[in-house]
């Protein structure tokens, strides 16, 4: 299972180990925690590249399967994050993004250690289910991730540290 000798539940992975994604080798450098209230709990992994790349990894396992998205942070100014939440709908990367999900939950990094923070995440789809998502953080504070939805087969070559 995943091309390893061992097999490694996806949403239990620890700081350390790497991964082969996307034709990259990826360090799990912290380990977050979303808690979604009635729609569940998900776990995030902030990895980085041997090349300094940093990207998210956010990992459900729901009903005996996985819910896996890829995404890497972007910068999008705060107005046009907040007229897409409003309107259901945003123009990115020469695509139509469409608001179809959005959540209230918490965030708490765990390798941080840091407290529980609030916040509403709006994932907005395009036809190539490229994924842009908002996670307003309340003050004005927004971050944005642009990602898909990746397969666990896609995710190789796990390797504790």
Request: proline content about 1%.
């Amino acid at each position: 299972m995943f091309g390893n000798k061992e097999e490694f539940r996806l949403d239990k992975l620890k700081e350390g180990y790497t991964l082969k994604l996307k034709k990259e080798t990826w360090t799990i450098s912290e380990i977050a925690e979303y808690d979604w209230g009635g729609d569940g709990r998900s776990i995030e992994y902030i990895m980085t590249s041997k090349g300094g790349e940093e990207a998210y990894l956010e990992v459900e396992f729901l009903k005996g399967d996985y819910e896996i998205y890829y995404s890497q942070a972007i910068s999008i100014e705060s107005h046009i994050l907040e007229d897409a939440i409003k309107t259901k709908e945003t123009f990115i990367f020469d695509n139509l993004f469409k608001l179809e999900e959005q959540y209230k939950g918490a965030y708490k990094n765990l390798t941080k250690r840091g407290s529980w923070e609030n916040l509403q995440s709006y994932m907005f789809y395009n036809n190539d289910d490229e994924i842009l998502t908002i996670e307003d953080w309340g003050e004005n504070k927004y971050e944005v991730f642009y990602g898909e939805e990746v397969k666990a087969k896609n995710i190789k070559n796990i390797t504790p540290n």
